[in-house]
């Protein structure tokens, strides 16, 4: 009769020799970083073409600000503004865009003044801190959008996050002088 000794070590011979699931093995070490990879791609991209839905969108509306066209038409309030944003968005729905989207417009007496602080207090937008000024003709102005991104891949979180419990700030910001549009008027300096 073999000693108990001589059959485990045989058990362990034969199971180190064996190829049988090895693939399965080897896969189980690869797939937590190659999925980690992969979810972080994804959500990098996402987090890019969302960012790039927003600069497109407030860059169009803005230019309306800039030619005097917002402010000579009825509909001229911030939540206008915030409609035509929104509308403009190729990639966020409109219904999400209006629940998240902050924006703010307001005028500088010249470029050199303009100050870009985000208005983020305790991990959230401030809406206290932000204003609608589309300016008069020839005025310095700010336009600003912030959106709250939350992050899909947990993965990202320790790398990304600046709001707080997941969510990363999509910031842009468009300065430009108005347009001198009123008639017979002097000459923006």
Do not use: H
Request: net charge neutral; aromatic share 8%.
């Amino acid at each position: 009769m073999p000693s108990r000794r001589t059959r485990t070590g045989a058990i362990l011979c034969d199971l180190i020799a064996s190829r049988r699931g090895a693939t399965a093995v080897e896969f189980a070490m690869i797939a937590v970083p190659f999925f980690a990879l992969l979810f972080g791609v994804l959500e990098l991209g996402m987090l890019f073409m969302a960012s790039t839905a927003i600069d497109a969108a407030t860059a169009g509306v803005a230019r309306q600000i800039r030619t005097g066209q917002f402010q000579a038409s009825a509909n001229n309030t911030a939540a206008d503004f915030k409609n035509a944003v929104c509308s403009n968005m190729s990639w966020i729905s409109t219904s999400d865009c209006q629940a998240n989207m902050s924006l703010d417009v307001r005028t500088f007496p010249n470029f050199a003044a303009i100050s870009v602080t985000p208005p983020v207090a305790n991990g959230a937008i401030d809406q206290t801190q932000l204003t609608f000024n589309a300016g008069a003709s020839c005025d310095i102005v700010l336009v600003r959008a912030f959106y709250p991104w939350t992050l899909l891949a947990p993965v990202l979180e320790p790398g990304l996050p600046n709001l707080g419990s997941n969510q990363r700030l999509l910031t842009t910001a468009i300065a430009f002088r108005n347009e001198n549009w009123q008639a017979n008027g002097p000459p923006c300096s």
